[in-house]
């Protein structure tokens, strides 16, 4: 294997520190991607804002495609992702930039290399025991991987991006008939009478204690699982602790804590294993799918969401909760009164975002999967190819 071990430096020009702008939801200059905007190895455009530069200051910080930046400081240090649209756009002091040499490295595989365990445990050689984790240019550059030819990368770097185009495509699809139906609720919001929730659901309070269940796997629906990929985590039962909500049908979760931070969770249960819900949410169900999807609507109403936050109890910023009965005494639209077409048109979404979301989590398992493999040469990418076109068509 004609592979040789390099360092990040020296396989791409003279790093370089970002701009010192300050962010603005005003488009009054170019784009301005922060270390915030970085997830899961690419930037998050939604959430860009844009500043005020220089034109000299602009040439000097601008993006273009195949820029590797990464984050220096903080939490989220080490944090990194590959530019694959400039977007007319710059980057920010947080951030370095990393730009490859053409005749040694392709970006997307040393981008890759960036998203891999052995460069997470490179930046934690170096933020262990600080009190605000950094890591410079120069410790960046140090990092060292296994490079083959040219040919070799980009092949590698095709499989893995196949894989991730098709994640990429259905989060849009996701966005998308989100955008859909919240544009619905807000339309029957003014269209439908008032009911307190109660009168259009009931509170499922089952619990049980996951100890009881030994080691046997199931589905948890936390906060840290809706954070991440809003999909549920699959455990031993033995590794949960306290008592869990049982979710034995299709229902509907909202979170009582921190409910400013909204999380609303359509919830159809496997059935192949148990589901567990923490007891921070409130697990709502109705009498038919279609009921629950008209319910939908009523939970994502703006007033509704409004007035989670203000019914809230507690001091603390981080662990205020709404009570199961202030919430359930919530006035929403009586979506009951809407037509069968309509309601059948939302569980259609509901359910082409949940479809989506399950292929999300199986393509990125796949992709995690295959990333170390490649990289390491211990599978060669004319293995993989026939597998990949299986999972992305």
């Given at each position: 294997?004609?592979?040789?071990?390099?360092?990040?430096?020296?396989?791409?020009?003279?790093?370089?520190?970002?701009?010192?702008?300050?962010?603005?939801?005003?488009?009054?200059?170019?784009?301005?991607?922060?270390?915030?905007?970085?997830?899961?190895?690419?930037?998050?455009?939604?959430?860009?804002?844009?500043?005020?530069?220089?034109?000299s200051?602009?040439?000097?910080?601008?993006?273009?495609?195949?820029?590797?930046?990464?984050?220096?400081?903080?939490?989220?240090?080490?944090?990194?992702?590959?530019?694959?649209?400039?977007?007319?756009?710059?980057?920010?002091?947080?951030?370095?930039?990393?730009?490859t040499?053409?005749?040694?490295?392709?970006?997307?595989?040393?981008?890759?290399?960036?998203?891999?365990?052995?460069?997470?445990?490179?930046?934690?050689?170096?933020?262990?025991?600080?009190?605000?984790?950094?890591?410079?240019?120069?410790?960046?550059?140090?990092?060292?991987?296994?490079?083959?030819?040219?040919?070799?990368?980009?092949?590698?770097?095709?499989?893995?991006?196949?894989?991730?185009?098709?994640?990429?495509?259905?989060?849009?699809?996701?966005?998308?008939?989100s955008?859909?139906?919240?544009?619905?609720?807000?339309?029957?919001?003014q269209?439908?009478?008032g009911?307190?929730?109660?009168?259009?659901?009931?509170?499922?309070?089952?619990?049980?204690?996951?100890?009881?269940?030994?080691?046997?796997?199931?589905?948890?629906?936390?906060?840290?699982?809706?954070?991440s990929?809003?999909?549920?985590?699959?455990?031993?039962?033995?590794?949960?602790?306290?008592?869990?909500?049982?979710?034995?049908?299709?229902?509907?979760?909202?979170?009582?804590?921190?409910?400013?931070?909204?999380?609303?969770?359509?919830?159809v249960?496997?059935?192949?294993?148990?589901?567990?819900?923490?007891?921070?949410?409130?697990?709502?169900?109705?009498?038919?799918?279609?009921?629950?999807a008209?319910?939908?609507l009523?939970?994502?109403?703006?007033?509704?969401?409004g007035?989670?936050?203000?019914?809230?109890?507690?001091?603390?910023?981080?662990?205020?909760?709404?009570?199961?009965?202030?919430?359930?005494?919530?006035?929403?639209?009586?979506?009951?009164?809407?037509?069968?077409?309509?309601?059948?048109?939302?569980?259609?979404?509901?359910?082409?975002?949940?479809?989506?979301?399950?292929?999300?989590?199986?393509?990125t398992?796949?992709?995690?999967?295959?990333?170390?493999?490649?990289l390491?040469?211990?599978?060669r990418?004319?293995?993989?190819?026939?597998?990949?076109?299986?999972?992305?068509?």
């Open positions: 294997m004609n592979w040789s071990q390099v360092s990040l430096a020296s396989v791409c020009d003279k790093p370089q520190y970002g701009a010192i702008a300050k962010g603005s939801h005003q488009q009054i200059g170019p784009r301005f991607v922060r270390q915030t905007d970085i997830v899961l190895g690419r930037i998050d455009w939604s959430t860009v804002p844009y500043c005020d530069l220089s034109p200051d602009f040439n000097k910080y601008s993006l273009r495609r195949g820029d590797l930046l990464i984050s220096r400081l903080g939490n989220g240090v080490g944090n990194a992702a590959i530019v694959q649209n400039a977007n007319d756009a710059v980057f920010a002091g947080y951030l370095v930039r990393f730009r040499l053409a005749s040694k490295a392709d970006p997307d595989f040393v981008g890759y290399q960036l998203q891999s365990d052995a460069w997470r445990q490179h930046v934690v050689g170096f933020r262990s025991g600080a009190a605000q984790p950094t890591l410079n240019a120069q410790q960046m550059g140090e990092f060292k991987f296994l490079l083959p030819p040219l040919h070799e990368q980009a092949a590698i770097a095709a499989t893995l991006g196949a894989l991730d185009d098709k994640i990429e495509s259905n989060r849009r699809v996701i966005s998308i008939a955008d859909l139906l919240d544009a619905i609720a807000d339309r029957s919001s269209d439908l009478e009911a307190p929730l109660s009168e259009l659901t009931y509170n499922s309070r089952s619990v049980v204690d996951p100890s009881r269940i030994g080691d046997e796997l199931v589905d948890h629906f936390s906060l840290p699982a809706f954070d990929a809003v999909w549920p985590e699959r455990t031993p039962a033995s590794a949960i602790m306290s008592n869990k909500l049982v979710v034995d049908r299709p229902s509907i979760l909202i979170s009582r804590l921190n409910p400013r931070f909204n999380r609303t969770w359509w919830v249960p496997e059935g192949s294993v148990i589901a567990l819900a923490s007891t921070e949410f409130s697990c709502l169900s109705a009498e038919t799918r279609p009921e629950l008209a319910l939908w009523a939970v994502r109403d703006r007033y509704f969401r007035e989670l936050t203000h019914r809230v109890t507690g001091t603390s910023g981080s662990h205020q909760r709404i009570r199961p009965d202030d919430l359930l005494s919530i006035e929403v639209p009586n979506t009951r009164q809407l037509s069968d077409a309509v309601k059948q048109r939302v569980l259609d979404l509901l359910d082409l975002i949940h479809i989506r979301r399950r292929e999300i989590v199986r393509l398992a796949l992709r995690d999967g295959l990333l170390p493999e490649l390491s040469g211990r599978v990418v004319l293995e993989t190819p026939r597998a990949v076109r299986g999972v992305v068509t």
